[in-house]
């Protein structure tokens, strides 16, 4: 029978934040304080884990020995208003959380498990605002974060200025998908945007820099249909040797 990995329920107190935030953790199933591992952090985290199968996607995967074992840390949301608070450019805890995300949530992390206290071995992940956050939080501090996964993310002014003001490039890896049907996008604030051409603007900007960098446009819209199959792909870019 084949050993599976675990998945706990745990709580961090942030100060930044003046909440309690919640987090799915998966060990790995060889997951030992002998060795040390990389961490992938999730927005929408149980999104990712419901919805993307992540955590499942990730054992297959390991099985195949397609991929070394890492560590999963989902931040799931407490509400859609919660969440663009949160992650939105321009939320009133946008600023905070991402400093919750590189000073509390970080030191957290490396105090209760075996990890690698590395830029390259700490991913982040997100979907739509999700991504935007995560993007933002490893352009403003690619020295903590080093690696992050953006499937169609939220793209604006400020985004594309994070990204120009990048100083060191080489300092990121950025696996980047998008939908060609995201044209009418219904936002969780009731505006309908188009996705694909800012995604293919930030693609442009991406690519003029010394990124190392993935960007690919599936045949798809704006939801989990389209974005759970993508991340067999994302993880393999991500923790393949």
Same mark, same amino acid.
């Given at each position: 029978m084949k050993q599976k990995g675990i998945t706990l329920d745990k709580t961090i107190q942030s100060e930044l934040l003046n909440e309690e935030i919640k987090m799915l953790v998966y060990l790995p199933p060889s997951y030992t304080p002998l060795l040390r591992y990389p961490v992938l952090i999730a927005q929408d985290g149980d999104d990712y884990f419901r919805l993307g199968r992540l955590a499942r996607t990730s054992e297959e995967l390991f099985e195949e020995g397609e991929i070394d074992e890492f560590i999963i840390i989902g931040l799931p949301y407490k509400s859609v208003k919660d969440r663009r608070r949160k992650y939105h450019p321009s939320g009133e805890q946008n600023a905070p959380y991402v400093r919750f995300l590189v000073n509390e949530l970080?030191?957290?992390?490396?105090? *209760? #498990?075996?990890?690698? *206290?590395?830029?390259?071995?700490? $991913?982040? $992940?997100g979907d739509s605002l999700g991504a935007t956050v995560s993007l933002k939080t490893a352009?403003?501090?690619?020295r903590t974060f080093g690696k992050v996964i953006l499937q169609s993310p939220y793209v604006d002014e400020e985004i594309m200025k994070e990204v120009s003001e990048i100083k060191d490039p080489s300092l990121?890896?950025?696996?980047? $998908?998008?939908?060609k049907q995201e044209t009418e996008v219904e936002t969780t604030n009731g505006e309908v945007l188009n996705f694909i051409e800012p995604n293919r603007e930030l693609n442009k900007l991406f690519s003029k820099r010394s990124f190392?960098?993935?960007? *690919? *446009? #599936?045949? &798809? &819209?704006?939801? @989990?249909?389209? @974005?759970?199959?993508?991340i067999p792909k994302a993880l393999k870019y991500m923790f393949s040797e």
């Amino acid at each position: 029978m084949k050993q599976k990995g675990i998945t706990l329920d745990k709580t961090i107190q942030s100060e930044l934040l003046n909440e309690e935030i919640k987090m799915l953790v998966y060990l790995p199933p060889s997951y030992t304080p002998l060795l040390r591992y990389p961490v992938l952090i999730a927005q929408d985290g149980d999104d990712y884990f419901r919805l993307g199968r992540l955590a499942r996607t990730s054992e297959e995967l390991f099985e195949e020995g397609e991929i070394d074992e890492f560590i999963i840390i989902g931040l799931p949301y407490k509400s859609v208003k919660d969440r663009r608070r949160k992650y939105h450019p321009s939320g009133e805890q946008n600023a905070p959380y991402v400093r919750f995300l590189v000073n509390e949530l970080v030191p957290y992390i490396e105090a *209760e #498990f075996s990890t690698l *206290e590395l830029p390259s071995a700490r $991913v982040l $992940v997100g979907d739509s605002l999700g991504a935007t956050v995560s993007l933002k939080t490893a352009s403003s501090y690619p020295r903590t974060f080093g690696k992050v996964i953006l499937q169609s993310p939220y793209v604006d002014e400020e985004i594309m200025k994070e990204v120009s003001e990048i100083k060191d490039p080489s300092l990121l890896t950025i696996y980047h $998908v998008a939908g060609k049907q995201e044209t009418e996008v219904e936002t969780t604030n009731g505006e309908v945007l188009n996705f694909i051409e800012p995604n293919r603007e930030l693609n442009k900007l991406f690519s003029k820099r010394s990124f190392e960098y993935h960007y *690919e *446009e #599936f045949d &798809g &819209g704006h939801s @989990w249909k389209y @974005w759970q199959p993508d991340i067999p792909k994302a993880l393999k870019y991500m923790f393949s040797e």
